[in-house]
T-cell receptor, first 112, second 112 residues
Framework: QKEVEQNSGPLSVPEGAIASLNCTYS??????FFWYRQYSGKSPELIMF????GDKEDGRFTAQLNKASQYVSLLIRDSQPSDSATYLC????????????FGTGTLLAVQP | DAGVIQSPRHEVTEMGQEVTLRCKPISGHNSLFWYRQTMMRGLELLIY????????DSGMPEDRFSAKMPNASFSTLKIQPSEPRDSAVYFC??????????FGPGTRLLVL
């Protein structure tokens, strides 16, 4: 059973701080990992993806992947109230399935 | 460019009625996914089509659910008969092969 685990939160951080969101996955066969942001009542939207060990930066966002520990994280620098949303971690399994397995998401609340 | 289009956006029906959800993927995308999202179970993949052919329907909960993709620009998800436990937000997503999945706005279904 392929699983992706996330702490449901809420994770509360003050404006301007670094928010750290974490995710673990159960199946080493996963090829890449995605972070989606979902505002209340809206659909998930892609923030970034990562498939190599190490860090990947895109603006205020940094994704980190450690395949040995089966651990993925998303750092948001200079957090803004507009970053308040649920962040979904997803593991991608290619081959015939071409399937994304999502975690249940972490609710982030950035306090002004 | 238009994103993924879903209709209806909201549906309220009574138990036992047939429900049909519709999706138009992004033009040029060859993969289409139907997801269901609930508070308890998060975002779950129901079925995945590639080039209009169902590849993985292991997430379809039971025979009451069926999905079709008669052409590259249209898909339906049908529930017959509907039950209150089917109440959820249903998302359609599309991608080009194994690339990023883009989500539609979702259909909020309430079965009374």
């Amino acid at each position: 059973q392929k699983e992706v685990e996330q702490n449901s939160g809420p994770l509360s951080v003050p404006e301007g701080a670094i928010a750290s969101l974490n995710c673990t996955y159960s199946d080493r066969g996963s090829q890449s990992f995605f972070w989606y942001r979902q505002y209340s009542g809206k659909s998930p939207e892609l923030i970034m993806f990562i498939y190599s060990n190490g860090d990947k930066e895109d603006g205020r966002f940094t994704a980190q992947l450690n395949k040995a520990s089966q651990y993925v994280s998303l750092l948001i620098r200079d957090s803004q109230p507009s970053d308040s949303a649920t962040y979904l971690c997803a593991a991608f399994y290619g081959g015939a399935t071409n399937k994304l397995i999502f975690g249940t998401g972490t609710l982030l609340a950035v306090q002004p | 460019d238009a994103g993924v289009i879903q209709s209806p956006r909201h549906e309220v029906t009574e138990m036992g009625q047939e429900v049909t959800l519709r999706c138009k993927p992004i033009s040029g995308h060859n993969s289409l996914f139907w997801y269901r999202q609930t508070m308890m179970r998060g975002l779950e993949l129901l079925i995945y089509f590639n080039n209009n052919v169902p590849i993985d329907d292991s997430g379809m909960p039971e025979d009451r659910f069926s999905a079709k993709m008669p052409n590259a620009s249209f898909s339906t998800l049908k529930i017959q008969p509907s039950e209150p436990r089917d109440s959820a937000v249903y998302f359609c997503a599309s991608s080009w092969g194994k690339e990023t999945q883009y989500f539609g706005p979702g259909t909020r279904l309430l079965v009374l």
